[in-house]
């Protein structure tokens, strides 16, 4: 089956945003020689909702900027973890009475999304288990393509890139404070600070981190101890440095890097003519993240975004389980969306667990697919 995106009622489910059919013009900020281009873009949607990211004001002087929103978010995520509810009076102007409206992503503050996209909830330890198998057959399939890459989270898009040799790398996301955590890493692999285990790991305490998501039941706490315990998993910290130190070696290589504050379903996934996208998605297709609405916009924008003939490959990854699927869509007179593999998905082991299917499998021409699992590693696992 095709999949035709005209959506005939484009109604935003509230956990996300509206406005999905425009992006805040990106600022670009100058570089040095040999160093990638920097972008920062904001959705429209963001800016009606968060006033202060600016995406004109970060290509000025983006350290002054992202400080202001730290202070002011700062004092947003005390009230809210003192148990004040979120009102747009808790700290004047610093989210609208918009996004409290009926579809606004404030109104249903049960969900997740309200502390993440006012910086309170954040996942700066990369909690996706084994990313790096997902991207072996997307290199043993497509050795030749070039690739630009789009990821959400901390560590994995520095990961997509230290495995694909990526010609342009987006990192996308919600929330302010992980674009904002690129920004002060992309610095430091500018100042070739991350060269040696030892120069890196001294260099990520320098990180201003904070209100770092936690399942333990302990108090919140304003700033986090950055550190390389803060990114990665003890049991993956072998991997997760080595893929650190390998995007330095391979950081001259990118033409562009942007940083991107946006939902999914209103990103900018433009490429080049030549190039084939490659979306890592994380978990945040499923439904708690993008419901069923929000995903018919992001097809009708990638439908947008794409030149005929182009394809783009989407990898989902299951919250907290080394299970992950490979979705292609390509742009004919429809977009047509096939899968290359998927395992049998399980929802994350925190709570209750369940078996799920993402709206991509919804929507495939592929019926029965292989199972991922089973795929060569990338990297052999580093040695006790």
């Not at 904001?42 to 800016?47: D, E, K, P, T």
């Not at 998993?233 to 440095?241: H, I, L, T």
């Not at 869509?329 to 593999?341: H, I, N, R, S, Y």
Request: charged share 20%; hydrophobic share 40%; with cysteine.
């Amino acid at each position: 089956m095709k999949l035709s995106v005209t959506v005939r009622s484009a109604v935003c489910f509230a956990a996300l945003f509206v406005l999905f059919s425009c992006q805040g013009s990106p600022a670009t900020t100058p570089k040095k020689e040999g160093e990638p281009v920097l972008k920062f873009i904001v959705s429209n949607a963001i800016q009606s909702y968060l006033p202060d990211l600016n995406p004109q004001k970060m290509n000025a002087s983006p350290v002054e900027a992202f400080e202001y929103m730290r202070s002011r978010s700062d004092a947003f995520c005390e009230q809210v973890w003192k148990g004040r509810r979120p009102t747009p009076d808790l700290v004047p102007g610093f989210v609208t009475p918009a996004a409290f409206e009926k579809e606004g992503p404030f109104a249903n503050l049960e969900s997740p999304v309200p502390k993440l996209m006012a910086g309170c909830w954040n996942f700066f330890k990369m909690n996706d288990t084994r990313p790096d198998l997902d991207f072996a057959p997307v290199m043993a399939l497509f050795p030749k393509e070039k690739k630009e890459c789009f990821s959400v989270g901390l560590i994995q898009p520095y990961l997509m890139h230290s495995l694909l040799d990526c010609k342009t790398l987006t990192m996308l996301d919600i929330d302010w404070r992980i674009i904002d955590a690129h920004r002060q890493i992309l610095a430091l692999y500018d100042a070739e600070a991350m060269k040696d285990e030892a120069s890196l790991t001294a260099s990520v305490t320098t990180l201003n981190l904070g209100w770092s998501a936690r399942f333990d039941g302990r108090p919140m706490e304003k700033r986090l101890t950055a550190s390389l315990d803060a990114l990665c998993f003890a049991g993956e910290k072998s991997r997760c440095v080595q893929t650190l130190l390998t995007f330095q070696k391979k950081y001259s290589a990118l033409e562009s890097v942007r940083l991107q504050i946006s939902s999914l379903h209103e990103a900018d996934y433009s490429i080049a003519a030549d190039s084939m996208g490659v979306v890592f998605l994380s978990n945040a297709i499923e439904d708690l993240y993008t419901p069923p609405e929000q995903f018919a916009l992001m097809m009708e924008n990638i439908q947008k975004t794409m030149r005929q003939g182009q394809r783009m490959l989407f990898v989902h990854h299951a919250a907290g389980r080394a299970q992950f699927g490979l979705y292609v869509v390509e742009k004919a007179d429809q977009l047509k969306v096939t899968t290359l593999c998927k395992d049998n998905y399980l929802s994350s082991p925190v709570g209750t667990v369940y078996p799920y299917r993402t709206h991509f499998d919804r929507i495939s021409e592929t019926k029965a697919p292989p199972l991922c699992a089973g795929w060569r590693p990338v990297t052999p696992a580093p040695q006790p």
